[in-house]
C-alpha cells in the first residue's frame, strides 16, 4: 500500500510540472562519443536534389575475459548469473569479437515543407551468444514535425540520460528496448515540453499451463513530461498497458492492468579551476529510480523472462511489483580520457507458486576511455554482478572488457 501510494504521489507531482522531452536520440552516439570533443564530420555523405544522405556508423572489436560464474553471453546481464554450482572446477572464459559493429543511414529532405528525416541502423549482433553473426536492425523510423513513426528506443524511461557503459547491456534497472511507436513531442515553453507515444504491446509473461502467450488489443501507452534548468535535466515516464491472458483451449480471456513509472536526474557539475591536477571537465551526477507492476519486459535484466504475469494458480495470472535505480558518475579528463562509475540496483517481488525465481541484482561497472583522434578510441571496463534467488541462493561474476572503435 505504501509503495502505491508512494506512486500516485509522483505521478501527481510529475504531471503537476510541465515537461521538457528527450531530444531525438543518435543511438551511434551512446557508447561511441567517448569523448565530446571528438567527433567525427556530420556533413551528409551523399547530397542529391531533393535528399542528404549521411552515412555512419563504427568498427568495434571487443575482448572480453569472464570468470567461472558468467554464461557464454556477450552481454553482461546480471539475472542470468547462475545461483547454484554445477561443478566445482573453475572454468573461464575468452573471446574476441566485432558484433557490435554498426552502419546507420540518415535522410534529410531539407526541400520538404515540414521537418522531415529518416534513420536506419543496424549491427551484427544477432546472437550474444556468438551463434551466428547476421545483420540485425536496430532503428527505423522516419520523423514528421513533431511526429516518429517506427522502431526506436522505447519511451518508458530515460535512454538519453543513460550512463556511458561500454557494456552493452548497461545497468539491469534501465529500460533499454527498442520497439515500434508513434510518438509526438510538442514544445511547450522555452525548456518545457510534452511527449506523448504508444508502442507496440509486449506479451513478456509466463503463461498458463500448456497455454500460449497472447497479445493486447490495445497499444503500451506513454506519458514523459520532464524539466530542463541550470545545469541539469529532469526527465520522468509513466507507461501503461492492458496484459491479456487465456488457458490453453482459448476458452475465456482474462486481462490485467499493469502501469511503471521512472524518474531520472542529471547534474552537470560545474568545472574546477583549483585544486584540479588532473584537468577534469565535464563532470556529470546522474539518479534514476524505477517503479512498476506487469512491465518487467522494457527493462533490461527482465527483457525476454516472462515475467511480466505468473501463474497463481491453474487459471489465474497475477503482477509482480518490482523496483530499483542507479547511480552514475562521469567525466572527462587531460581532454581526451573519459571514465563512468555505476552502480544499479533490481528487485521483484515474489510470486505465490515459487521459490526458484529472481530476487534482486546488482551491477557495477567502471571504464577508462581514451579517444586517440576524433574517429578511433580504445578503452576498458570492469563488471561485476551479484544475483540472489528467493531460494536463497546467491551467485556473482566478473567481467575484464576491453574494446577499439573506429567511427566513420
Same mark, same amino acid.
Given at each position: 500500500?505504501?509503495?502505491?501510494?508512494?506512486?500516485?504521489?509522483?505521478?501527481?507531482?510529475?504531471?503537476?510540472?510541465?515537461?521538457?522531452?528527450?531530444?531525438?536520440?543518435?543511438?551511434?552516439?551512446?557508447?561511441?562519443?567517448?569523448?565530446?570533443?571528438?567527433?567525427?564530420?556530420?556533413?551528409?555523405?551523399?547530397?542529391?536534389?531533393?535528399?542528404?544522405?549521411?552515412?555512419?556508423?563504427?568498427?568495434?572489436?571487443?575482448?572480453?575475459?569472464?570468470?567461472?560464474?558468467?554464461?557464454?553471453?556477450?552481454?553482461?546481464?546480471?539475472?542470468?548469473?547462475?545461483?547454484?554450482?554445477?561443478?566445482?572446477?573453475?572454468?573461464?572464459?575468452?573471446?574476441? @569479437? &566485432?558484433?557490435?559493429?554498426?552502419?546507420? +543511414?540518415?535522410?534529410?529532405?531539407? %526541400?520538404? =515543407?515540414? /521537418?522531415?528525416?529518416?534513420?536506419?541502423?543496424?549491427?551484427?549482433?544477432?546472437?550474444?551468444?556468438?551463434?551466428?553473426?547476421?545483420?540485425?536492425?536496430?532503428?527505423?523510423?522516419?520523423?514528421?514535425?513533431?511526429?516518429?513513426?517506427?522502431?526506436?528506443?522505447?519511451?518508458?524511461?530515460?535512454?538519453?540520460?543513460?550512463?556511458?557503459?561500454?557494456?552493452?547491456?548497461?545497468?539491469?534497472?534501465?529500460?533499454?528496448?527498442?520497439?515500434?511507436?508513434?510518438?509526438?513531442?510538442?514544445?511547450?515553453?522555452?525548456?518545457?515540453?510534452?511527449?506523448?507515444?504508444?508502442?507496440?504491446?509486449?506479451?513478456?509473461?509466463?503463461?498458463?499451463? @500448456? &497455454?500460449?502467450?497472447?497479445?493486447?488489443? +490495445?497499444?503500451?501507452?506513454?506519458? %514523459?513530461? =520532464?524539466? /530542463?534548468?541550470?545545469?541539469?535535466?529532469?526527465?520522468?515516464?509513466?507507461?501503461?498497458?492492458?496484459?491479456?491472458?487465456?488457458?490453453?483451449?482459448?476458452?475465456?480471456?482474462?486481462?490485467?492492468?499493469?502501469?511503471?513509472?521512472?524518474?531520472?536526474?542529471?547534474?552537470?557539475?560545474?568545472?574546477?579551476?583549483?585544486?584540479?591536477?588532473?584537468?577534469?571537465?565535464?563532470?556529470?551526477?546522474?539518479?534514476?529510480?524505477?517503479?512498476?507492476?506487469?512491465?518487467?519486459?522494457?527493462?533490461?535484466?527482465?527483457?525476454?523472462?516472462?515475467?511480466?504475469?505468473?501463474?497463481?494458480?491453474?487459471?489465474?495470472?497475477?503482477?509482480?511489483?518490482?523496483?530499483?535505480?542507479?547511480?552514475?558518475?562521469? +567525466?572527462?579528463?587531460?581532454?581526451?580520457?573519459?571514465?563512468?562509475?555505476?552502480?544499479?540496483?533490481?528487485?521483484?517481488?515474489?510470486?505465490?507458486?515459487?521459490?526458484?525465481?529472481?530476487?534482486?541484482?546488482?551491477?557495477?561497472?567502471?571504464?577508462?576511455?581514451?579517444?586517440?583522434?576524433?574517429?578511433?578510441?580504445?578503452?576498458?571496463?570492469?563488471?561485476?554482478?551479484?544475483?540472489?534467488?528467493?531460494?536463497?541462493?546467491?551467485?556473482?561474476?566478473?567481467?575484464?572488457?576491453?574494446?577499439?572503435?573506429?567511427?566513420?
Amino acid at each position: 500500500m505504501f509503495l502505491k501510494g508512494t506512486f500516485c504521489i509522483l505521478i501527481c507531482c510529475t504531471l503537476l510540472v510541465p515537461a521538457f522531452s528527450q531530444t531525438e536520440f543518435d543511438s551511434l552516439k551512446r557508447n561511441s562519443n567517448l569523448d565530446t570533443s571528438y567527433q567525427p564530420s556530420k556533413k551528409a555523405t551523399f547530397v542529391t536534389e531533393f535528399a542528404e544522405l549521411k552515412i555512419s556508423g563504427f568498427i568495434q572489436p571487443a575482448l572480453y575475459f569472464d570468470n567461472n560464474n558468467v554464461l557464454n553471453n556477450d552481454l553482461f546481464i546480471t539475472s542470468e548469473i547462475p545461483t547454484t554450482r554445477n561443478t566445482e572446477t573453475k572454468f573461464n572464459r575468452f573471446h574476441i @569479437s &566485432a558484433n557490435q559493429s554498426r552502419i546507420s +543511414f540518415g535522410f534529410k529532405f531539407p %526541400k520538404a =515543407g515540414t /521537418n522531415t528525416s529518416a534513420l536506419m541502423e543496424g549491427d551484427f549482433l544477432s546472437s550474444s551468444r556468438g551463434e551466428h553473426t547476421y545483420f540485425r536492425l536496430r532503428h527505423a523510423y522516419l520523423t514528421y514535425g513533431k511526429f516518429l513513426v517506427g522502431q526506436t528506443w522505447t519511451n518508458f524511461g530515460d535512454v538519453n540520460g543513460s550512463p556511458n557503459t561500454l557494456d552493452l547491456e548497461g545497468p539491469n534497472s534501465m529500460p533499454a528496448s527498442r520497439t515500434a511507436q508513434i510518438r509526438w513531442q510538442g514544445q511547450i515553453r522555452k525548456n518545457l515540453s510534452l511527449l506523448l507515444a504508444i508502442e507496440e504491446p509486449k506479451s513478456d509473461y509466463t503463461p498458463l499451463d @500448456s &497455454a500460449a502467450a497472447v497479445k493486447a488489443a +490495445f497499444p503500451e501507452f506513454v506519458v %514523459k513530461p =520532464g524539466l /530542463n534548468f541550470k545545469n541539469g535535466r529532469l526527465r520522468s515516464s509513466v507507461i501503461y498497458k492492458p496484459l491479456i491472458y487465456t488457458d490453453k483451449n482459448y476458452s475465456f480471456k482474462k486481462n490485467l492492468a499493469t502501469w511503471g513509472f521512472t524518474t531520472s536526474l542529471t547534474f552537470n557539475l560545474q568545472d574546477r579551476k583549483k585544486l584540479n591536477p588532473f584537468i577534469t571537465t565535464k563532470r556529470t551526477l546522474s539518479f534514476f529510480g524505477i517503479i512498476g507492476d506487469g512491465t518487467q519486459g522494457s527493462v533490461n535484466d527482465f527483457g525476454g523472462l516472462g515475467y511480466e504475469a505468473f501463474p497463481k494458480d491453474s487459471v489465474t495470472l497475477e503482477t509482480m511489483l518490482y523496483y530499483g535505480g542507479y547511480v552514475a558518475y562521469s +567525466f572527462v579528463f587531460k581532454k581526451r580520457w573519459s571514465s563512468t562509475y555505476v552502480y544499479s540496483y533490481l528487485h521483484q517481488e515474489q510470486p505465490r507458486t515459487t521459490d526458484n525465481i529472481f530476487k534482486q541484482s546488482s551491477y557495477f561497472s567502471a571504464n577508462a576511455v581514451y579517444a586517440i583522434n576524433k574517429f578511433f578510441s580504445a578503452g576498458t571496463e570492469l563488471l561485476y554482478g551479484i544475483k540472489e534467488n528467493y531460494d536463497n541462493t546467491q551467485g556473482n561474476a566478473m567481467r575484464i572488457l576491453c574494446i577499439m572503435r573506429l567511427l566513420f
